[in-house]
């Protein structure tokens, strides 16, 4: 698969009316893209295991999307092979006031994956220049200096603080991708009937997201500037289609085994003295008596 056509390139311009929801490039129907998927995923699982053996590297994923894109969905899909001592995932809320009494990245980075490891963040610090952006009140009743809250370049100093921050983790070994989820209104509202209509989904349903709903430009708007000001070689943003789930899980696995691929991972290097040591040990082992 071609997953340039997903990259948003750094100090790219980023026209989301251009990516189209419903896209699924050369597959015409979910059968081939599942066998993809499953391939995809056994490779994954099989990186994970040199990725940790290594304790060099470690892999954050992040997603970010409007309601119902399907994040829960594709982290449970992708991630299926997965050991699950390998990978994290953490699942940012409305920050409590423990987090609030600190800068917006602290909560982010208390989350980070250890080295060998995958971590997933499910919503992230980006939640700062969205949903705070869209609602002016959230920044206002933070417990912020008031020049910070009075700045009107408040979200360009928190776009440098987020590049700074995550080239900072590129550089030490953590490497980032960033895949947002980009589902067209009318399949949400497809989406929020069916949590409606079907007495098991009912749970997932809540009057808050049709009120967000309504703030849809608000949204495509913020994050539209997001993504153009923090996708970077380091961390760079994918614009995934997600009107049909089927790809977009399969384009996402796609692009976590390439980036997994070109971080260059193998097993720790036998020493002449941990050879020796294994030379040892079986000697021991085969002259025990039954
Ligand atoms: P789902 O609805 O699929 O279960 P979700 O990620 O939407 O998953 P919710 O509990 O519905 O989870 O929503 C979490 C809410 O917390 C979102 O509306 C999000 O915008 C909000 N949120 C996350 N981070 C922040 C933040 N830093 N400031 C304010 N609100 C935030
Ligand atoms: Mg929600």
Redesign the pocket.
Known sequence: MNTDKFLVREGAKLALKKHATDFTGDYTDKKQAEKDLARNIERLGKLQDVMYAQDVYSLLIIFQAM??AG??GAIEHVMSGINPQGCHVV?????SSEELDHD?LWRCQKALPERGKIGIF??SHY??V???RVHPG?LQSQNLPQSVKDDRGVWKKRFKAIRDWEDHLAENGTHIIKFFLNVSREEQKNRFLSRINEPDKNW?F?M??VK?RALWDDYMKAYTEAIEATSTKAAPWYVIPADKKWFTRLAISAIVVEKMQSLGLHYPVVTDAHRTELAEAKKLLESEKP
């Open positions: 309601d119902a994040k829960d699942s940012f809320k409305q920050p917006f499910n919503r939640e700062e969205l949903v705070v959230i997932k809540s808050g997201d967000e």
